[in-house]
């Protein structure tokens, strides 16, 4: 049994900025526990690009999350590590950036190492337990920030949860990314002429993919082109045989459209594929219920909150759960919602948060706050929330002020 003064588990985008933050707001000894051999999670392991709008609706120079996001995209861009004029990234860099940030700021890091268990004393998390090649241990900590994108430790400490919509349950499709290099993009047509190009392989039967369209982005490298565009729908992404059949599929969908683009898309003649992200990307599994539910009308209608730790106006984002076809809802011009620390506090356990992806909102509303920028900001402030519990002894997060955690926020430039 090892014990520290908080213990973050996860160490992608959202864990680290809790972890970070929480170190810069005075906590001792911070531990980041990680299950691969490098930070970043979906960002670097599904090779996940480029940073969603982070600014109001539709005006790119009124950007809503600075802190800790901002500080990320700088020392990317002074690394190397963005491609000038985008929002694009090198998830290579990326890894390098994170790991110098988190051991900058004094945080211990535990790479190679999964959260599988965790020790309950009535309604406090005591110590979380790993299993590594050291073998099994338990990490005792005074505070919990979970942070592993499914809501692991939340679920292993019984506090409700949801997965998927309501009618059925079904996750938005998982995506396997990957890229293609040698391409020639001085030959590449419209998107819209690929979409065609894409619909004639349908017809002639040579795809299998459900995904209405061909998803695409730019990269670094000139002839890199990065494709977000598999579809895995209805698999389970916290049951390890679906997650399993969903790779396989993922796979043969990655060589279908490699297939496909060589074979009949201008440019890439002579391409091939470069690499496949690590792991499938989640886009969606467990949801805490938390202490606030975020709705869909509170991001339409822009909800304001007294504890509001973010801002942020993504679109409502649905990937179809179970076929062809995606459903977007824009805030109007100008427009932003805030999102409330209750959603980030579980029930029934004191010293616990959760961060980042499976915060609490239902389907529509975590569509939008699910990506890059606002899994930061909330990280960020899961950092600032656990710094206040740990100097107030044995408060519970759900008794902490809300209103000062924004205030603690705004002086650390979060807003
Ligand atoms: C296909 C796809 C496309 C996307 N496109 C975009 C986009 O273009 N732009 C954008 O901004 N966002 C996009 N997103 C969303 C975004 O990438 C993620 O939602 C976000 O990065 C989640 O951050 P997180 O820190 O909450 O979780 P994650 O990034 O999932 O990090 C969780 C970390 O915890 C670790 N972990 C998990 N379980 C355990 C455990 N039990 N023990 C130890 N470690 C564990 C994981 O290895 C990982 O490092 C996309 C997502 C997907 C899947």
Not at 37 to 59: C, D, H, Q, R, V
Not at 254 to 275: C, D, K, S, T
Not at 323 to 337: D, I, V
Request: glycine share 8%; hydrophobic share 40%; net charge neutral.
């Amino acid at each position: 049994m090892r014990k520290y003064d908080l213990v973050v588990c996860g160490g992608g985008l959202s864990g680290i900025a809790a972890a970070v933050q929480a170190k810069r707001s005075g906590v001792k000894n911070v531990l980041l526990i990680e299950r691969y051999g490098f930070l970043g999670g979906m960002a670097t392991n599904g090779l996940i690009n480029p940073f969603m709008p982070y600014w109001k609706s539709n005006e790119p120079k009124n950007v809503l999350i600075h802190g800790i996001f901002a500080e990320i995209m700088e020392e990317m861009r002074l690394f190397g590590g963005m491609k000038e004029g985008s929002d694009s990234f090198d998830a290579e860099c990326m890894k390098i950036v994170l790991q110098r940030m988190v051991l900058k700021a004094g945080v211990e890091i535990l790479l190679h190492t999964f959260v599988e268990q965790v020790h309950i004393k009535n309604d406090r998390l005591v110590a979380v337990r790993v299993a590594s090649k050291s073998g099994i241990e338990f990490m005792a900590a005074d505070a919990f920030i979970d942070c592993t994108g499914d809501a692991d430790v939340a679920h292993l400490a019984g506090t409700p949860w949801e997965i998927g919509r309501d009618e059925d349950h079904q996750c938005q499709p998982m995506t396997l990314s990957f890229r293609m290099a040698n391409v020639d993009r001085s030959k590449m047509p419209s998107n819209k002429e690929i979409d065609r190009l894409y619909d004639e392989a349908k017809a002639r039967g040579e795809i299998t993919n459900p995904r209405e369209d061909v998803l695409h982005f730019s990269t670094m490298q000139d002839d890199v082109v990065h494709f977000n565009t598999t579809r895995v729908v209805m698999h389970n992404p916290i049951s390890a045989r679906s997650l399993t059949d969903a790779e396989c599929i993922a796979r043969e969908q990655v060589w279908e459209m490699a297939r496909f683009l060589i074979g009949h898309v201008p440019g890439f003649e002579n391409a091939y594929v470069q690499v496949t992200g690590t792991q499938i990307g989640v886009r969606e599994s467990r949801r805490i219920v938390g202490q606030y539910v975020l709705t869909k009308d509170d991001v339409m209608n822009q909800a304001r909150f007294e504890d509001c730790v973010c801002r942020f106006a993504y679109q409502i984002d649905i990937h179809n759960p179970t076929g062809t076809g995606t459903e977007r809802w824009q805030l109007p011009t100008g427009g932003y919602y805030e999102i409330p620390f209750r959603v980030m506090v579980p029930k029934h356990i004191v010293n616990l948060l959760v961060a980042g992806r499976p915060v609490s909102a239902d389907h529509a509303a975590h569509s939008s706050l699910r990506v890059m920028p606002a899994c930061v900001a909330l990280g960020q402030a899961a950092g600032v929330a656990a710094a206040m519990k740990l100097k107030k002894g044995s408060v519970a997060f759900k008794d902490l002020d809300g209103a000062a955690i924004h205030a603690e926020l705004e002086k650390a430039g979060a807003f």
